[in-house]
């Protein structure tokens, strides 16, 4: 797969996120993959594969968030096996704590799957709108 083939795979599937649908994004992620999330809050730090990203990071985030999670990506630039994805959540936590971070999401996809994620996002939010993880 091409840089044009990653970044339509990220677009179809943010498609579907923007809807509240994340299974199609999930689907793209690699057993073996690595979620960077950059800052110094409790949430940051790296999720190695699959089982973790979604057992310690998506599940504990997503169970605070008011309905299901909602972000519209509006940027997408590719290149070689990374793609550089820009987007805006549009969320409130359990509590009633308007959650609308921005996002920027460098991916590295091989074969079709995300084999590495970093994100980059208002870490002051996150700490301030999320209780710390278990």
């Given at each position: 797969?091409?840089?044009?083939?990653?970044?339509?795979?990220?677009?179809q599937?943010?498609t579907?996120?923007?809807?509240?649908?994340?299974?199609?994004?999930?689907?793209?992620l690699?057993?073996?993959v690595?979620?960077?999330?950059i800052?110094?809050?409790?949430?940051s730090g790296t999720?190695?594969?699959?089982k973790a990203?979604l057992?310690?990071?998506?599940?504990?985030?997503t169970?605070?968030l008011?309905?299901?999670?909602?972000?519209?990506?509006?940027?997408?630039?590719?290149?070689?096996?990374?793609?550089?994805?820009?987007?805006?959540?549009r969320?409130?936590?359990?509590?009633?704590?308007?959650?609308?971070?921005?996002y920027?999401?460098?991916?590295?996809?091989?074969?079709?799957?995300?084999?590495?994620?970093?994100?980059?996002?208002?870490?002051?939010?996150?700490a301030?709108?999320?209780?710390?993880?278990?």
């Amino acid at each position: 797969m091409d840089a044009t083939d990653n970044k339509e795979l990220l677009r179809q599937a943010f498609t579907e996120v923007a809807k509240g649908d994340s299974g199609p994004f999930i689907d793209l992620l690699a057993d073996d993959v690595r979620w960077t999330i950059i800052g110094s809050t409790a949430w940051s730090g790296t999720y190695e594969g699959k089982k973790a990203v979604l057992d310690d990071l998506l599940r504990p985030v997503t169970e605070q968030l008011r309905g299901r999670a909602i972000i519209a990506a509006h940027r997408f630039i590719a290149e070689d096996d990374l793609v550089v994805v820009e987007g805006r959540g549009r969320n409130s936590t359990t509590s009633g704590v308007r959650y609308h971070n921005e996002y920027c999401w460098v991916f590295r996809l091989d074969g079709g799957r995300i084999r590495e994620l970093t994100e980059y996002a208002d870490t002051q939010l996150i700490a301030s709108a999320l209780r710390a993880p278990d």
